[in-house]
């Protein structure tokens, strides 16, 4: 399994139009073949920090994700509300296992 953790900080001023762009970059990421879990998080005492928590059954899947329509729309409507770069961490998912199904 492969999981990204992506930190997100977003302009106050875009806080609203970010939720809705990546509500809908979320709803069809989770339609993915590959995807195991797509979840979008908001911190309760900075409401412009935000976590993506991404995981895909396989490197290949997680690498197809960032070909995906929906994703490159994401990606560019996004790109000027961060009020830094976002900064996305890969890591390899020990649990739960997915490859004993």
């Known amino acids: 399994m492969r999981t990204t953790i992506v930190y997100v900080h977003v302009k ?8 809705e762009a990546t509500r809908l970059n979320h709803e069809n990421s989770v339609s993915e073949s590959g995807n195991l879990r797509f979840d979008i998080l908001q911190s309760p005492e900075d409401f412009s ?11 290949s899947d997680a690498i197809e994700h960032k070909k995906t329509a929906h994703y490159l729309k994401w990606r560019d ?24 199904f």
Not at 12 to 19: A, G, H, L, Q
């Open 49 to 59: 920090r935000f976590v993506l928590y991404e995981a895909y059954q396989s490197d």
């Open 77 to 100: 409507t996004v790109a000027d509300w961060m009020a830094s770069p976002r900064e996305g961490v890969s890591y390899n998912g020990l649990f739960p296992r997915t490859d004993c």
């Open 12 to 19: 106050e001023e875009y806080i609203t139009s970010f939720i």
